[in-house]
């Protein structure tokens, strides 16, 4: 596969050094060429990349698998959150106005949510972020409104038999 060779990308939002080394080889089973990357990043297990488009740069490939797996993540947000695994329809419009409504929905939760910050809850192991995520945004705007149990504004107070409950 020749020498390995170093090169710095724009990986995740951060500037990254990698060394690569690249082969155009033939994938028998299905009979076309295909680029077969090698990359070995700081101390992380040895990766190999496979595309098809022959005429792509090895540094092209790293980066579009690195960008493919933000995706990756909206795609399992859709599945997960919005319940786009479980919408059946039969026209792509009525789906399509789906999608905008659930964008328009995480969009307002995102501006509700905007000014409050995680709490350090998994330890010294994971970095912590500096926004919330999609599941902790629906659990802080459900604790601020409780909707299903009859209250419609946050933190009400109210009595239930003589005691009182506090909906948090």
């Not at 009525?94 to 905007?114: D, I, K, N, P, S």
Request: proline content about 3%; glycine content about 6%.
């Amino acid at each position: 596969m020749g020498e390995w060779r170093s090169v710095t990308l724009h990986l995740y939002g951060q500037w990254a050094t990698l060394k690569l080394k690249t082969r155009v080889v033939l994938q028998r089973t299905l009979g076309v060429k295909i680029r077969l990357v090698a990359v070995q990043w700081e101390d992380r297990p040895l990766v190999f990349l496979f595309c098809t488009d022959t005429s792509m740069t090895p540094e092209a490939i790293v980066c579009a698998y690195c960008a493919r797996f933000a995706i990756e993540t909206g795609f399992r947000d859709a599945k997960q959150s919005f319940g786009f695994s479980t919408y059946q329809v039969r026209k792509e419009t009525r789906f399509v106005r789906l999608v905008h409504l659930c964008l328009w929905a995480q969009t307002l939760l995102r501006l509700y949510c905007w000014h409050y910050k995680p709490e350090p809850i998994y330890g010294a192991w994971r970095k912590a972020l500096g926004y919330l995520t999609l599941s902790q945004q629906k659990r802080l705007s459900a604790s601020h409104c409780v909707v299903s149990a009859g209250l419609s504004e946050p933190h009400q107070t109210h009595t239930n038999g003589g005691t009182q409950a506090v909906a948090a």
